[in-house]
T-cell receptor, first 108, second 113 residues
Framework: GIQVEQSPPDLILQEGANSTLRCNFS?????LQWFHQNPWGQLINLFY???GTKQNGRLSATTVATERYSLLYISSSQTTDSGVYFC??????????FGTGTRLTVIP | EAQVTQNPRYLITVTGKKLTVTCSQN?????MSWYRQDPGLGLRQIYY???????DKGDVPEGYKVSRKEKRNFPLILESPSPNQTSLYFC????????????FGEGSWLTVV
C-alpha cells in the first residue's frame, strides 16, 4: 500500500499559538483527507483536499500533489484542538491509508 | 441522520471465544471497510467490501473474517480472538468512487485477555 508519514509525532502548544502539521505520501493518490481524533476516540473529517488550499475557520490545509505532501495549519489554537490529527490518502480503489498521526496537546 | 453504527462499543473477552462486531450504515453506501488502530501505528485496514458479496483483504486481515450479505451491514468476525487483537476498531462507509466523504463509526474498544 501507499506509505504515509506525518510529522511531528507530538506537539505541545500554548493556547493561542499557531502550528503546521505535515503529511508526506509515497505515491500518486486519488485523494487526501485530514481527520481529527478527539479524546473519546471519534474520528472527525476536517478536510477533503486532493490538491490546492482549503480553509475552515482557524484551520486550513494545502496539498501539493505533484510533490506528494500536504500541510495542515492550525491558527490561534484552543484546548479543544487537542487530540490526534491523521492524514489519510486514497488509492484508486477507495481504500484509505493512514499516517501514524500527530498528537497535539494545547495547554491553557 | 447519516450514521455508521458499531456494536459493541466496549468489550472484554477471553482468548478463543468467538465474537462478532457489527457495523451498519443507513446511507445506502456501496463501500464499507474495517480498520484497527494501535498505538504508534495509526489506522490499518483489515478488510473492505465494494458491494454486496464482494469483499477483499486489506493490510492486516489475519485472524479476521467478514461478510457482506446485505448492503447496510458489514460484520467483523474474530473466530478465535487472541491478545494481539486487543485494539480499537473502526468501521467506515462511503459511496464507491473517488472523492466521496467517508463516514466512520464511533469505534469499538476490544480487549482480549
Amino acid at each position: 500500500g501507499i506509505q504515509v508519514e506525518q510529522s511531528p509525532p507530538d506537539l505541545i502548544l500554548q493556547e493561542g499559538a499557531n502550528s503546521t502539521l505535515r503529511c508526506n505520501f509515497s505515491d500518486s493518490v486519488n485523494n487526501l483527507q485530514w481527520f481529527h481524533q478527539n479524546p473519546w476516540g471519534q474520528l472527525i473529517n476536517l478536510f477533503y483536499i486532493p490538491s490546492g488550499t482549503k480553509q475552515n475557520g482557524r484551520l486550513s490545509a494545502t496539498t501539493v500533489a505533484t510533490e506528494r505532501y500536504s500541510l495542515l495549519y492550525i491558527s490561534s489554537s484552543q484546548t479543544t484542538d487537542s487530540g490526534v490529527y491523521f492524514c489519510a490518502v486514497e488509492d484508486g480503489a477507495n481504500n484509505l491509508f493512514f499516517g501514524t498521526g500527530t498528537r497535539l496537546t494545547v495547554i491553557p | 441522520e447519516a450514521q455508521v453504527t458499531q456494536n459493541p462499543r466496549y468489550l472484554i473477552t477471553v482468548t478463543g471465544k468467538k465474537l462478532t462486531v457489527t457495523c451498519s450504515q443507513n446511507m445506502n453506501h456501496e463501500y464499507m471497510s474495517w480498520y484497527r488502530q494501535d498505538p504508534g501505528l495509526g489506522l490499518r485496514q483489515i478488510y473492505y467490501s465494494m458491494n454486496v458479496e464482494v469483499t477483499d483483504k486489506g493490510d492486516v486481515p489475519e485472524g479476521y473474517k467478514v461478510s457482506r450479505k446485505e448492503k447496510r451491514n458489514f460484520p467483523l468476525i474474530l473466530e478465535s480472538p487472541s491478545p494481539n487483537q486487543t485494539s480499537l476498531y473502526f468501521c467506515a462507509s462511503s459511496r464507491y468512487g473517488s472523492g466521496n466523504t467517508i463516514y466512520f463509526g464511533e469505534g469499538s474498544w476490544l480487549t482480549v485477555v
